[in-house]
């Protein structure tokens, strides 16, 4: 025999937490928290490659550069995602050297794929800056600070 659930509302009068939320404002703050946080491992994974030495193994090298490439990708989806005309000379500047990394690959020399990791990693960190400065420019300023006077915000003319 199966059971059968009853689903009630509750009473209109005390709605639940999300009340007052729209679907896609909650959207929009899980997006930017999934943001951050793939920010937050590409920078890991810039600083834990930038620190094995050109005398670690082979493959601790190419273990990072498997997860510079995962990282470098995904930021470079996020940057392509900003507006050309809102894109800064960063920007445009770090995905032409994502387009030469990936089109020129390591070096054939002993330093090549230790070399092509360290660039991978520098051009993760300035693509990360580039996101996180755009995501700083699109939120709307809350007030202007003025010394000695009230703060001005947004509305004030």
């Known amino acids: 025999m199966h059971e059968h ?35 937050d491992e590409a920078e890991r994974a810039s600083s834990a490659a930038l620190a094995i030495p050109h005398t670690h193994g082979s493959v601790a090298v190419a273990s990072a550069t498997n997860r510079l490439l995962t990282r470098v990708e995904g930021l470079a989806v996020g940057i392509e995602y900003i507006p050309v005309c809102r894109r800064v000379a960063r920007g445009v500047g770090v995905l032409a050297r994502w387009e030469t990394l990936k089109a020129k690959g390591p070096a054939p020399d002993p330093l090549g794929n230790w070399s092509y990791m360290r660039d991978l990693a520098h051009l993760a960190r300035d693509m990360v800056r580039v996101l996180r400065d755009d995501r700083t420019e699109k939120r709307p300023k809350v007030f202007v600070g003025r010394p000695g006077m009230p703060p001005l915000t947004p509305g004030t003319p």
């Open 5 to 39: 659930t009853e689903h009630t509302r509750g009473p209109e009068s005390a709605p639940g937490p999300a009340a007052g939320t729209t679907l896609g404002t909650a959207v929009l703050r899980i997006a930017a928290a999934v943001e951050e946080h793939a920010e």
